[in-house]
């Protein structure tokens, strides 16, 4: 049955993949972004399509985002600032673009009689997880970085309003999500390094922090398939591919892609910023169960993502 | 040696006590409270020291705080909103007061170089914990309260301060805490009640809630046992005493204080309202270790509590 969703952060990278297989399905999306990272290039499609309205708007606007969710039946919440590593240069974008907008969606929601929310989390809120694959009951996490815990935060208020106003979630741990309109991590960062200098290659750390990805085609099945079947009240599920890969396989695989040798230079030790965990592997039996698994494996997204990048060498320059 | 130490809340139940006991250690105070729920009659002995500063503020003021802090060797962050209950009734209180609230005071230190807190968090951040006793680490929590959810994210947000800044923490997961200029809970709307008719009480729930309270003073020999002897970056520490007692115990004891025989007339199934968790009882094996432990049963607490309120029954005037 044909539904209206709204998707916050329609703009970006896994919001604007979503909203077209949502309307791709039959369905009505309101897409709701500030275009503080999005891009309307990412819209396209989606912009032709008369089920998708499109409002420009900010999210800690709340009196706006009340009328903005009039006539939805859910929200896929998105919009986040998702840039872990400079977090200690502005601790205040955290805590308003990710924990107080969380809040503001929360908000809209009830004002509108919508009860169903899905929401972007991240295998961060783990910290440094001393149980590695880590599953979603596993021990009651530090917190390492203020991205991580600013989405922490947001999951803690979603399961509050479920409780207190009977609200229904499906908050979703990501892994780092790789795939088209991609534009930002370390894919990103390799490529655009090595199109400026393809002798030399600056990685931060030592190249053996070991990180998950999952293919972000992967990651919206996992969220359509979890937001139709899970049934509890609050439903957590990490979500990533049954592996990691170490920074330097990565590297191999897009320096093999691109034909490049270039000389790599460490640095930083074992971390390659304050808060980079060294060693993030999600257990995702929990989602499995409901019948999802990946289709793609992590050199598949790596190799997809760097296609992608070759052939979109605009998003370098689009970036704010 | 001597310190100079901020205080906020400092004219709330614990803060207050922790400010007299400060000053009687003879360290310099800086206070501060907005007086929302705060009472300047629970300052009148530090408002005579002088090395008791009263600073009246909101500590959403962020401008102001950063001004108040000067010169703090530390900061014991214990101003919140503390009301669990009627979380649905004003969402956004738990998230300015007490998250966004944690967030200025975190800043308010950075601008000052000023790296030690002491912050006072809550057992409620396990919402129903699937381990009982509940120690530290257990399973990841789902929120179940605006409160708790507002508290936890506090705790996020000073841990990755801890990790991205150098801060040192000290973060105390409390039960209900009893004693001298409690002005708040389950003791003080019994009593109250009573006071206005002693034939009956009306119970929030069916009386066989388990939960766990502690005596204001052994609290605050932990907090100082800790901030001394805690060395990690990030030390959490549940306070408690070692058991429990149902609601109706609690009940027996204050009417038995007070000779009353009301009948007892209950409501609303094993929990008293949305979110109330019908069993707190959290394991205090970690601050035992350093040498903690209280002097005073829950029996004690409530016996002080009766007599503090029955000598003081401004209290329930005071109230705003």
Chains 1, 2 share one sequence.
């Not at 009039?70 to 600032?81: I, R, W, Y």
């Not at 961060?124 to 880590?134: F, L």
Request: glycine share 10%; net charge negative.
């Amino acid at each position: 049955m044909a539904s209206t969703f709204v998707v916050t952060g329609c703009a970006g990278f896994i919001g604007s993949n979503l909203v077209d297989r949502l309307l791709g399905d039959g369905h009505a999306v309101i897409g709701v972004d500030n275009f503080s990272t999005g891009q309307r290039r990412f819209l396209e499609g989606a912009l032709a399509n008369r089920n998708f309205r499109l409002i420009e708007m900010d999210i800690l606007d709340l009196d706006l985002l009340k009328t903005a969710f009039q006539g939805a039946d859910a929200v896929f919440h998105l919009a986040a600032n998702a840039d872990v590593r400079f977090g200690t240069e502005h601790p205040r974008k955290d805590l308003e673009q990710n924990t107080i907008a969380t809040y503001n969606v929360l908000e809209a929601m009830r004002a509108n009689g919508i009860r169903k929310i899905a929401f972007s989390s991240t295998g961060s809120v783990y910290g440094e997880a001393p149980v590695i694959p880590t599953p979603e009951d596993g021990p009651f996490p530090i917190q390492t970085s203020l991205y991580g815990a600013s989405k922490a935060a947001g999951e803690g208020l979603i399961s509050a309003y479920c409780e207190g106003f009977g609200f229904q979630a499906c908050i979703f741990r990501f892994v780092s999500i790789l795939g088209e309109r991609y534009t930002h991590g370390h894919v990103f960062d390799f490529y655009e390094k090595l199109n400026k200098d393809p002798t030399r290659l600056p990685v931060l750390g030592n190249g053996k922090q070991r990180k998950s990805y999952l293919y972000v085609q992967d990651c919206i099945d996992a969220i359509l398939l979890a937001m139709e079947k899970a049934e509890a009240k609050v439903n957590i599920f990490n979500l990533g591919v049954d592996g990691y890969c170490e920074v330097n396989d990565s590297i191999g695989w897009i320096c093999e892609t691109l034909g490049l040798s270039p000389n790599l230079e460490y640095s930083g030790g074992d971390r390659g910023w304050i808060g980079d965990n060294p060693f993030i592997f999600l257990d995702t039996k929990r989602i499995q169960s409901l019948g999802w698994k990946p289709k793609y494996s992590i050199r598949d997204g790596v190799l997809r993502t760097v296609e992608y990048l070759r052939t979109n060498e605009w998003v370098f320059n689009a970036r704010t």
